[in-house]
């Protein structure tokens, strides 16, 4: 699934298009957007009982994505160590024990 993330602009004109007394349905026609994505927008980024704010809304959505990314990826050593315990039947919680890795990490990449 392909999506882009809301901009500065966008965030502000939800913001002004609220204040002008537009729905949830009618700001995602003029903006070309879903009107779960608006929906979702307003609610991730509305302080408690205060109203959409774009310059809040931009903070807040820069800290979760500075905050947010993958785990590091495992070196191609570790992961033939990996393989080799696997072709041994060990469970991903022995071979994380082991090798003193996350269990969640033992997935190739695809």
């Not at 310059?55 to 393989?83: C, F, M, Y």
Request: aromatic share 10%; hydrophobic share 35%; charged share 25%.
């Amino acid at each position: 699934m392909y999506y882009n993330h809301l901009s500065r602009k966008e965030r502000y004109q939800i913001f002004v298009l609220l204040q002008a007394g537009k729905n949830k349905k009618e700001i995602a026609q003029l903006l070309n957007r879903h009107p779960s994505t608006i929906s979702r927008e307003i609610e991730r980024n509305s302080k408690p009982n205060q109203a959409y704010q774009a310059h809040d809304a931009v903070t807040l959505a820069r800290k979760r994505r500075k905050n947010s990314g993958n785990g590091k990826p495992i070196e191609s050593s570790v992961w033939r160590q990996v393989e080799k315990y696997l072709m041994l039947y060990y469970s991903p919680e022995q071979i994380a024990a082991r090798l003193m890795v996350c269990p969640h990490f033992l997935v190739p990449k695809r």
